[in-house]
């Protein structure tokens, strides 16, 4: 069965409740729930973590290297635009990765407008909701190598 690896970074524990009119309504918990659901469909395994702590997610990133993860989809928050740590781990991993961002960070601040992890990253997608997620999803199950 193939794994995929979703990461979710800091402050997205309070989607559904943190700036509604950027974010949108639906939970955390919502998205995973899609998520499970497609992937199981596809015989695929998906895996996902929220953490605010970078290095926890880079702990996350690092171990992916090892336990037979096809793809990471990730969503780095802030740490997008600040985390050269990230990109280092992402560097060192093999599989496909696809960054997601819920809002069009190109119609927000231009401190957004600067991606780190963009550049290991196969495919970026932003704007699109919680509907990324499931794009993302659905590219790393089409298109797994």
């Known amino acids: 069965m193939k794994k995929v690896l979703v990461l979710h970074g800091p402050n997205l524990n309070l989607l559904g409740t943190r700036q509604p009119e950027i974010y949108g309504h639906e939970t955390l918990e919502d998205i995973n729930n899609g998520l499970y659901e497609r992937a199981a469909l596809e015989g695929w395994d998906v895996s996902c973590r929220q953490s605010n702590h970078e290095g926890e997610l880079i702990d996350w990133i690092q171990a992916a290297r090892l336990d037979g993860t096809a793809a990471i989809i990730i ?34 601040e231009s401190f957004r407008h600067h991606s780190y992890v963009s550049l290991r990253a196969d495919g970026v997608i932003a704007g699109l909701g919680s509907q990324g997620y499931r794009a993302a999803l659905q590219a790393v199950m089409s298109q797994p190598g």
């Open 75 to 108: 969503n780095p928050a802030a740490y997008t635009h600040t985390s050269v740590a990230i990109l280092d781990a992402l560097n060192a991993f093999e599989g496909r990765v696809i960054e997601v961002h819920l809002s069009n960070v190109y119609k927000r």
